[in-house]
Structure formats: C-alpha cells, structure tokens
C-alpha cells in the first residue's frame, strides 16, 4: 500500500524504496499495474474541476485508446505524457487519450 501511495502522481515504483524492494516479484508486478492504473486516472483529472465524468476504454491490443466524452483533455496532453508512457509501458501497448 505504501508503494501505491508513493508512486501514484508519478515515476515507476523503483527497488530503492525500501517497501518495494521488501515485496516478493510477484506482488511488485501487481504493484507496477496499480500504480500505472492510478497515474492513467491521476492524469486523466488534471483539469482538476472534476469536468471529466466517464472514461470509455478501447483496447486495440496494441493500443489502449482512453476517450473523455465531452472534455478536451488536449491542453494537459504535453502535463500527461510521462504517465501515459508509464501505463504503456507496464499495459506493454500505447496509450492515447482523445476527447
């Protein structure tokens, strides 16, 4: 839990942190799954005035296409780059977000 709390705004969970590093392999990669989910969610709020009501998800397979309908999130595409990269890289697809 201390793991998800400290890496959820961003960067991956690294084994420097002495709670990762204590966890078996096996619960680190459940960890680096929630904490992708949680920066996915964290970036898709950063209009920060809770415009954004439902996400639709479409998984290509090779993308993960995020949709906000009814909010631009364009403007906070540069602010959501690192967490988008972040969540592709544990998901193992890219991750796009459209309004």
């Known amino acids: 839990m201390l793991s998800l709390v400290r890496f959820h705004r961003g960067g991956a969970p690294k084994v420097s942190y002495p709670p990762f590093r204590a966890m078996p392999p096996e619960e680190r990669g459940r960890?680096?799954?929630?904490?992708?989910?949680?920066?996915?969610?964290d970036a898709l709020d950063l209009p920060r005035d809770g415009s954004v009501q439902q996400v639709v998800a479409a998984d290509t397979g090779d993308t993960l296409l995020l949709r906000t309908p009814g909010v631009d999130l364009r403007p906070h595409l540069a602010a959501m780059g690192a967490r988008l990269e972040y969540a592709g890289n544990v998901l193992g697809r890219r991750v796009e977000v459209a309004g």
């Open 31 to 41: 960890v680096r799954v929630m904490a992708a989910t949680l920066q996915l969610a």
